[in-house]
């Protein structure tokens, strides 16, 4: 059973303008989320997270959402680079358990 | 944060066989983790790494495929054992300094035919 969805595979955007990410869970229970970014041939490396007691983090040109009444959350991305182009990874965590969604690819076009 | 490394970055293997996968990691950590990637999914722990006593496995995971060692605090090894085609898949080594952050290798490419 998949607690963590990322619900779209792909993504392209334009240089420039905003990348939003979504990002759905199921367990109430989780209390920390995270956004996670990999190149290919390489391991995820940690982007921002949000603790379930805020609805927004920031850092930089990256900001996450929570939404706990909705069991969602997003990665806004503005404005996309180039170099932003990966596939992105949200997870949640109870505890000592991460749980993974699938990915989304996300392609910034020059 | 913590860097990791992990031997060997890829292998093509033959069916019936072992591999064993080496995490070094640049600090002393607590807890390391051990993940698959299959293609096309998310990341899916197979185990945890206890240093001093034996792994905790994850549904689906158990010893005798998956043997896993930890001798200290700074490496640990996943064996994947009798491997079939189905065992191909990337293999990630991962570490949690203290917080909440996990840091990941750069994973183990492998192949089986």
């Known amino acids: 059973d998949q607690q963590v969805k990322q619900n779209s595979p792909s993504l392209s955007v334009q240089e420039g303008r905003i990348s939003i990410l979504n990002c759905d869970y199921t367990n109430s229970m989780f209390d920390y989320f995270l956004w996670y970014k990999k190149y290919p041939a390489e391991g995820p490396t940690f982007l921002i997270s949000i603790s379930s007691i805020k609805d927004k983090n920031e850092d930089g040109r990256f900001t996450v959402f929570l939404n706990k009444s909705a069991k969602h959350l997003s990665l806004h991305i503005v404005p996309s680079q180039p170099g932003d182009s990966a596939v992105y990874f949200c997870a949640a965590s109870a505890g000592n358990q991460f749980y993974f969604g699938t990915g989304t690819s996300l392609t910034v076009i020059p | 944060s913590a860097v990791i490394s992990q031997k060997p970055s890829r292998d093509i293997c033959q069916r019936g066989t072992s591999l064993t996968i080496q995490c070094q990691v640049d600090?002393?950590?607590?807890?390391m983790f051990w993940y698959r990637q299959q293609p096309g999914q998310s990341l899916t722990l197979i185990a945890t790494?206890?240093?001093?006593?034996?792994?905790?496995?994850e549904s689906g995971f158990v010893i005798d495929k998956f043997p896993i060692s930890r001798p200290n605090l700074t490496f640990s090894t996943l064996t994947v054992s009798n491997m079939s085609p189905e065992d191909s898949s990337i293999y990630l080594c991962s570490v949690r300094t203290g917080g909440y952050e996990q840091y990941f290798g750069p994973g183990t490419r492998l192949t089986v035919t």
């Open positions: 600090s002393q950590v607590t807890m």
């Open positions: 790494a206890n240093q001093g006593s034996e792994a905790t496995y």
